[in-house]
């Protein structure tokens, strides 16, 4: 079995995880746009690729799959997880399962609006919403919410542009200076991420990590700790299966008064996944297992509680990039 991570970026523990599930099964090739990637330099080889928006992308990651022999293929980046599942068939014509989930699925992930309706409609708890600020301003208005609330774009990614907000000021400057703004009610309470993982082959949630985010840095989980609810796992496992999510899946969620509110979702492994490896919850291997056909056992919250995760920096150094060749393969 062969694996391809797309946009694998900086996502060395990502590539390190893979190549130990694939180890004695086949190779895990990487690609990113960039020469300057080092999760590319982890892999067994790596392509140079085009970015994904460029004309004819597609077919290049066809050409690396017959050419790789490659199985499955997975991006790393959100952008492009739509741009799979809408190939979906065509990889399936070279032999590669896209691990993923559906495209509507993955828009519907992309735009936190879109989200928000969907989970008010199935009777999920999360932070009422608002793209327009002039329906905003009714229900503040009528005394339906209260400041602070939380300004962010709808299709945001990485913290950017997001903004607690005191007052309606402030809301009219962010709104004057930026277009895609939502409004949000303000979440106050414990950060929460869920490393899921649903198994392609049964349809089951096979495996479920929680955490507790402790500070956050850049956009990303800095430090936290790994707990285990099974109120949550439960809550977790409903809401994927009700969606329909398929392979990895990375959850927001916040605890308030004992109550979980769902804040976002990433159909593709978060940058807190590492976490979630290091305690026991190795999603690479239930991936090599459906690749080979087979449905994973359900295995949720099979770690240990109380097990800290604290970042830090690493360095690549090499010597042998060409930065004129363009295409290394
Ligand atoms: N409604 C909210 N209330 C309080 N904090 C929020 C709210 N929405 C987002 N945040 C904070 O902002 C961060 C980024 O927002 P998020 O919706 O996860 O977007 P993205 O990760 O795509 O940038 C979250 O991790 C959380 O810390
Ligand atoms: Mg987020």
């Not at 992308?57 to 050419?67: A, F, G, H, R, S």
């Not at 277009?179 to 899921?196: H, K, R, W």
């Not at 305690?279 to 690749?291: A, P, T, V």
Request: charged letters at 30%; proline letters at 2%; hydrophobic letters at 40%.
């Amino acid at each position: 079995m062969n694996v391809l991570i797309l946009a694998a970026g900086t996502r060395n523990k990502v590539v390190q995880y893979f190549r130990k599930a694939f180890e004695n099964e086949g190779n895990v090739i990487a690609a990113d746009a960039s020469k300057l990637a080092p999760a590319i330099y982890d892999a067994d080889k790596y392509y140079i690729v085009p970015p994904i928006t460029a004309d004819g992308y597609i077919d290049t990651i066809l050409e690396i799959c017959k050419k790789e022999k490659i199985d499955g293929v997975l991006s790393l980046i959100d952008p492009e997880l739509s741009l799979l599942a809408e190939n979906s068939e065509k990889f399936k014509a070279v032999g590669a399962t896209v691990i993923g989930s559906s495209y509507a699925l993955c828009e519907m992930s992309l735009d936190k609006m879109k989200m928000y309706e969907w989970l008010t409609a199935h009777g999920y708890r999360c932070a009422r919403s608002w793209k327009d600020k002039n329906e905003f301003y009714k229900a503040a208005d009528a005394g339906e919410v209260k400041y602070p609330v939380f300004v962010k774009p709808h299709k945001g990614s990485a913290s950017i542009s997001i903004s607690k907000v005191c007052d309606k000021e402030s809301i009219d400057v962010l709104f004057a200076h930026e277009d895609g703004l939502m409004i949000q009610e303000y979440l106050d309470g414990q950060e929460i991420g869920a490393d899921v993982y649903v198994d392609i082959i049964s349809g089951e949630v096979v495996s479920v990590f929680t955490k507790k985010k402790l500070k956050m840095r850049a956009g990303e989980t800095d430090k936290a700790v790994s707990f285990k609810d099974d109120r949550l796992f439960a809550l977790i496992e409903k809401f994927v299966i009700e969606a329909g999510f398929s392979g990895q899946v990375d959850i927001d969620i916040f605890e308030i008064d004992g109550q979980y509110f769902i804040s976002e979702v990433n159909p593709r492994f978060g940058g807190g996944y590492p976490h979630a490896y290091e305690c026991g919850c190795d999603h690479m291997k239930l991936i090599l297992e459906n690749l080979r056909g087979n449905a994973n056992k359900k295995n949720i919250g099979n770690y240990e509680e109380g097990v800290y995760m604290m970042k830090y920096n690493e360095i690549m150094m090499r010597k042998d990039i060409d930065e004129k060749n363009t295409c290394i393969g």
